[in-house]
Nanobody, 124 residues
Framework: QVQLVESGGGLVQTGGSLRLSCAASGRTLSSYAMGWFRQAPGKEREFAAA????????YCADSVKGRFTISRDNAKNTVYLQMNSLKPEDTAVYYC?????????????????WGKGTLVTVSS
């Protein structure tokens, strides 16, 4: 079992930045590929970014590419999402997720573990 706890959400103005953190407990983070997802009001949860177990390769949705960066520190059992140049359409609850396969995260299908989310609000 893995427990995931997100933090770092809040209110920011358009063009601003936030860094989300996801702290994992229960098992070593390096056992899992990690991802960030988001769900805007009235919309389905969507993939934002993912990273392989040992770091290295990362993947981002087209909507956040060039603005968001996912990274991980396995020694701290923590994954990060650096969000720059934020837009009002980035407003959503952001969820951290873990799975044995990065392909599951990219496909948003059959994901093993989810956090409870942290709210990001971008004001215009």
């Amino acid at each position: 079992q893995v427990q995931l706890v997100e933090s770092g959400g809040g209110l920011v103005q358009t063009g601003g930045s936030l860094r989300l953190s996801c702290a994992a407990s229960g098992r070593t983070l390096s056992s899992y590929a990690m991802g960030w997802f988001r769900q805007a009001p009235g919309k389905e949860r969507e993939f934002a970014a993912a990273i392989h177990r040992i770091g290295g390769s990362t993947y981002c949705a087209d909507s956040v590419k060039g603005r968001f960066t996912i990274s991980r520190d396995n020694a701290k059992n923590t994954v990060y999402l650096q969000m720059n140049s934020l837009k009002p359409e980035d407003t959503a609850v952001y969820y951290c997720a873990a799975d044995s396969f990065v392909e599951s995260l990219r496909a948003n299908y059959g994901i093993d573990y989810w956090g409870k989310g942290t709210l990001v609000t971008v004001s215009s």
